[in-house]
């Protein structure tokens, strides 16, 4: 199996400019899960879909953020406009079904920075 | 509400010392206990986990035991490699799945020298 598959690794972008991260998750994984980590905050999850449905947006944190997944086989997270508090690496997981005891796979995150 | 706290690190040992990285929880309700690790340049991954009082999950020489009477789930490993070089993170879940989100810790470093 490939795994967690997130594009791109990295991206650079400037203040204001429009950023989509992409999230392929492991075939079969019904439920799927956006994460942000910073050195001050530490892993923050923002979103997660179980069937490509959001269940639980709480912790997105402004209407800047949004999140898609038209189909189980992927997912976006987009921000608009972006800022550069925004930088931080973001990971997509999934797993089998989305009680928290279920086993999360994680990809290798995109390092977002914005100036 | 549900809290894990770990140990700060960073964490610096000799190659074959001796691990411990402390984990408490808060939590109500029957929680799962989980440390998931992260190497340089690549996403979370299981480690471990522990689904009930008393149980000890183990991998890669790494153990873990799901202590209730002192909220604590340590992870240790008896002699360490500088491939064990990573980010060490504890998790909870409510075991009977009502909480659907986990539970972080915000990680511990931990750094091998050989």
């Known amino acids: 199996d490939a795994g967690v598959i997130q594009s791109p690794r990295h991206e650079v972008t400037e203040m204001g400019q429009e950023v989509t991260l992409r999230c392929k998750p492991i075939?079969?994984?019904?439920?799927l899960f956006w994460y942000r980590q910073t050195m001050m905050r530490g892993l923050e999850l923002l979103i997660y879909?179980?069937?490509?449905?959001?269940?639980?947006d709480s912790g997105m944190p402004e209407d800047r953020f949004s999140a898609k997944m038209p189909n189980a086989s992927f997912s976006t997270l987009k921000i608009q406009p972006s800022e550069p508090r925004d930088s931080a690496v973001y990971f997509c997981a999934s797993s089998l079904g989305y009680l928290a005891k279920n086993i999360q796979y994680f990809g290798a995150g995109t390092r977002l920075s914005v100036l | 509400g549900d809290s894990v706290t770990q140990m700060e690190g960073p964490v610096t040992l000799s190659e074959e010392a001796f691990l411990t990285i402390n984990c408490t929880y808060t939590?109500?309700?029957?929680?799962?206990l989980f440390w998931y690790v992260q190497y340089p340049g690549e996403g979370l991954q299981l480690l471990l986990k522990?689904?009930?009082a008393d149980d000890k999950g183990s991998n890669k020489g790494f153990e873990a035991t799901y202590r209730k009477e002192t909220t604590s789930f340590h992870l240790e490993k008896g002699s360490v490699q500088v491939s064990d070089s990573a980010v060490y993170f504890c998790a909870l879940s409510d075991r009977d799945g009502n909480n659907r989100k986990l539970i972080w810790g915000l990680g511990t470093s931990l750094a091998v020298n050989p």
């Open positions: 522990a689904t009930k």
């Open positions: 879909f179980n069937n490509n449905v959001p269940i639980d």
């Open positions: 939590a109500t309700g029957y929680p799962s």
């Open positions: 075939s079969g994984h019904n439920s």
